[in-house]
């Protein structure tokens, strides 16, 4: 399993975990993460939008550029925002931390 910390608006930490292939937005919504991501995943809505730890940042594959131009409109964007449905957790993101805004 794959170990993600969601970090909530009042800094209270909850780790979940999914596994290898698992979209973040599903990991985030099993655990109660307050993510609507209403559009599932057409990347069309940014209810999904979190923001990465600076530090696990460049362990993501970086984003597409529909996925940049839509992370512009999302509430409190950020240069480490992304959307939770258009990232599949991996080996390498075991342990990675994000904010939900
Ligand atoms: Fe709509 Fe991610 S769920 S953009």
């Given at each position: 399993m794959i170990r993600v910390r969601f970090v909530a608006r009042d800094g209270s930490v909850r780790e979940a975990s999914g596994i290898a292939g698992a979209r973040l937005l599903d990991v985030a919504q099993a655990d109660g993460?307050?993510?609507?991501g209403t559009c599932d995943g057409d990347m069309a809505c940014a209810t999904c939008h979190v923001i990465v730890d600076p530090a696990d940042f460049a362990r993501l594959r970086p984003a597409t550029e529909e996925e940049e131009e839509l992370l512009d409109l999302a509430?409190?964007?950020?240069?480490t925002s992304r959307l939770a449905c258009q990232i599949r957790l991996t080996a390498?993101?075991?342990g990675m931390s994000v904010r939900v805004p």
């Open positions: 993460q307050p993510l609507e509430y409190h964007a950020t240069r390498a993101l075991d």
